[in-house]
């Protein structure tokens, strides 16, 4: 069985403790894009694990984790967070590789990140500074370090002279900035590949080998659908594809070996940076909300911004991701409301819109259209099975289901891997 974990929202939907537990049936666990400006937070037995690259189905013993091609790597945060998993007793050796294709995140990618936003003033974007925008601009302007090029020191140093004329001109002309030394990025990176040397390959072969032996797979997505560089709210959102094309052009695989897409959704709407989230509740509402769902980002610390669930964007999603089924994270965050809102449409001039618009302009101008349902009051922590929820709490479900259009399957009412309920 293969199956894809997709964020149908802004990203934050809990897609890390999913992949954590469906990890528990897999051979083989696979990340396809992004960089570590993602966070997934996974907890065991009250532990907290915050991974950024690594894929969350590390956390079970003999799993093998991949990352490929569509990803950027800064090779510090990587051996980071090997280092900080080695030390809390996770055994990684021969269970994670990476790419030697993926692009190679460089110092200057991340100043020019900062300073780049810097510059925007009031017009800034929300990234996150570690510079994976810069490194997947030079991806595509064909002039990027891709993971294999640090194995070849001489191939390696002329391309690091190309990009260094350019970026260090860039940086000491615009932004006042020093720019980089050559020798000291050389030293620095060099050690890189003795370790890179050791987990880099071909990920396309290696994945192939694997679907043809049979091996059950999960693959997950950084950031969620309204973040993709092409469906989501552009300009407001990553610098990849986090919806299921990624996949395919990350991995180098055959779509038609995919069983089951997911589309994970939070039961209520979360977004970190700016952007447009018409469904996003007035300040006093917002602070309950992000103190009791602990909406802060695991990667920067951010607070999230929070609102009702948007059913346009869900079922955008289901259609861009051609989606099969739901899990519902966070049920338990809405236990204390009284009355819940649903947004069904949104209200543009005269026109009610069942369909997520193209165009920004008119996502600026619409108001969400809600229908209100009632609250269940009573805490969901602690159920196991679909038929101990409070009846409005299946209701909800089912309004839910109603309005995306693909049956919701698996609920998460707590943190913990085993606060999960499988509706069927």
């Known amino acids: 069985m293969n199956t894809v974990v997709i964020g149908t929202q802004w990203g934050d939907e809990g897609?890390?403790?999913?992949?954590?537990?469906?990890?528990?049936?897999?051979?083989?666990?696979?990340?396809?894009?992004?960089?570590?400006?993602?966070?997934?937070?996974?907890v065991i037995k009250g532990e907290k694990y915050v991974l950024h690259l690594i894929p969350s189905g590390i956390m079970h013993k003999g799993r093998i984790c991949l990352i490929g091609s569509g990803a950027v790597i800064d090779p510090k945060a990587l051996f980071n967070e090997i280092d900080m998993l080695t030390k809390r007793g996770i055994d990684l050796k021969g269970r994670i590789f990476v790419s030697d294709s993926a692009h190679v995140i460089m110092p200057y990618?991340?100043?020019?990140?900062?300073?780049?936003?810097?510059?925007?003033?009031?017009?800034?974007?929300?990234?996150?500074?570690?510079?994976?925008?810069?490194?997947?601009?030079?991806?595509?302007?064909?002039?990027?370090?891709r993971i294999g090029d640090l194995f070849d020191k001489d191939g390696f140093e002329e391309r690091l002279d190309l990009n260094l004329n350019m970026k260090n001109f860039l940086l000491r002309k615009m932004y006042l900035h020093p720019g980089f030394s050559k020798k000291k990025i050389m030293d620095e990176y060099m050690g890189y590949a003795k370790r890179m040397k050791e987990i880099a390959c071909d990920i396309s072969l290696l994945l192939n080998n694997f679907m043809n032996d049979g091996k059950n797979i999960i693959f997950e997505g950084a950031q969620g659908t309204m973040l993709d560089i092409d469906w989501g709210t552009y300009p407001y959102v990553t610098s990849s594809n986090s919806t299921i094309g990624g996949l395919f052009t990350g991995l180098g695989i055959d779509p038609r070996k995919i069983d089951r897409i997911m589309g994970?959704?939070?039961?209520?709407?979360t977004r970190v940076g700016e952007g447009p989230m018409l469904t996003e509740f007035p300040s006093g509402m917002q602070e309950v909300m992000r103190d009791e769902g602990k909406e802060f980002g695991a990667t920067t610390g951010r607070p999230r911004r929070c609102g009702w669930f948007d059913a346009v964007v869900v079922r955008y999603a289901v259609r861009i991701n051609g989606i099969n089924e739901i899990c519902l994270t966070k049920l338990d965050i809405l236990d204390k409301?009284?009355?819940i809102k649903v947004c069904t449409g949104y209200r543009y001039k005269n026109k009610i819109l069942k369909e997520f618009p193209s165009q920004m302009g008119v996502l600026l101008r619409s108001k969400p259209v809600y229908e209100e349902v009632p609250g269940w009051e009573e805490s969901l922590v602690g159920k196991k099975f679909y038929h101990e929820l409070p009846e409005n709490a299946k209701k909800y479900i089912k309004k839910i289901e109603e309005l995306v259009g693909v049956k919701v399957s698996l609920i998460s009412v707590g943190e913990g891997r085993e606060q999960s309920i499988d509706k069927d």
């Open 15 to 42: 897609k890390g403790k999913i992949v954590d537990l469906l990890t528990e049936g897999a051979d083989c666990v696979v990340r396809y894009q992004g960089g570590h400006n993602a966070g997934h937070t996974v």
């Open 109 to 145: 990618h991340q100043a020019l990140d900062i300073l780049t936003e810097k510059a925007k003033k009031g017009k800034k974007i929300g990234t996150t500074g570690l510079g994976i925008g810069p490194a997947y601009t030079d991806k595509y302007a064909r002039t990027g370090i």
């Open 264 to 269: 994970i959704a939070k039961a209520y709407t």
């Open 337 to 339: 409301l009284k009355k």
